[in-house]
């Protein structure tokens, strides 16, 4: 079965305190994953996608990673407005959820001043 | 108007009463979702639509009826609703094809009473 699994559950962090959120998957073949942050009472707001083992990219403060079983979300230097709940999903090749984003429960982030 | 675009934000309803939800993407996209999320849970897809044929039903309850007239535009009705569908429902769309990511509208907070 496919499935995502983010670790850990809420994170708070001091203001500069650089750190990393895990996102752990079991897919029928990775067609991609991806990250999104999400604001309270907000919709997911998009991040990266991530293809192949060994890909990374970057996005101001935020670094993504990729291997064959997990992805890590590195947060350098954060600052209070990176609060916010951050979501990984992947999309399967093959399989019943071909094509459809399975998403982790989130790791919540909380950055103090 | 940019992006997707989902209104009323916000829903109260009883038991008894018929209401719709609306979704519109000002992305041209060809695909356009419906996910439920609740609390402690990762978002649940409901319902998947690609070039306005419904491609995917989630094992939804019946008292839920998505429509799609177009690409731009997706309804959610609800009628006899239970307290435990209270949730953020949240509709995205993405370009299908090769592109896979999918952007998310702000979320209708939904109230059963």
């Known amino acids: 079965e496919d499935q995502v699994t983010q670790s850990p559950e809420a994170l708070r962090l001091q203001e500069g305190e650089s750190s990393s959120l895990n996102c752990s998957y079991t897919?029928?073949?990775?067609?991609?994953l991806f990250w999104y942050r999400q604001d309270p009472g907000k919709g997911p707001e998009f991040l990266f996608t991530?293809?192949?083992a060994g890909e990374e990219k970057e996005k101001e403060r935020l670094k993504a990673t990729l291997t064959k079983k997990e992805s890590f979300l590195h947060i350098t230097a954060p600052k209070p407005e990176d609060s916010a709940t951050y979501l990984c999903?992947?999309?399967?090749?093959?399989?019943?959820?071909?094509?459809?984003?399975?998403f982790g429960k989130g790791t919540k982030l909380s950055v103090k001043p | 108007e940019t992006g997707v675009t989902q209104t009323p934000r916000h829903l109260v309803m009883g038991m008894t009463n018929k209401k719709s939800l609306k979704c519109e993407q000002h992305?041209?996209?060809?695909?356009m979702y419906w996910y439920k999320q609740s609390a402690k849970k990762p978002l649940e897809l409901m319902f998947v639509?690609?070039?306005?044929?419904?491609?995917e039903n989630n094992s939804v309850p019946s008292r839920f009826s998505p429509e799609c007239p177009n690409s731009s535009h997706l309804f959610l009705h609800l009628h006899t609703l239970q307290p435990e569908d209270s949730a953020l429902y949240l509709c995205?769309?993405?370009?299908?094809?090769?592109?896979?990511?999918?952007?998310f509208g702000p979320g209708t907070r939904l109230t059963v009473t």
């Open positions: 995205a769309s993405s370009p299908g094809g090769g592109s896979y990511e999918q952007y």
């Open positions: 897919v029928s073949g990775l067609r991609g």
């Open positions: 991530l293809y192949s």
């Open positions: 999903a992947v999309q399967a090749s093959y399989g019943g959820s071909q094509g459809n984003l399975i």
């Open positions: 992305l041209g996209h060809n695909a």
């Open positions: 639509y690609n070039f306005k044929e419904q491609t």
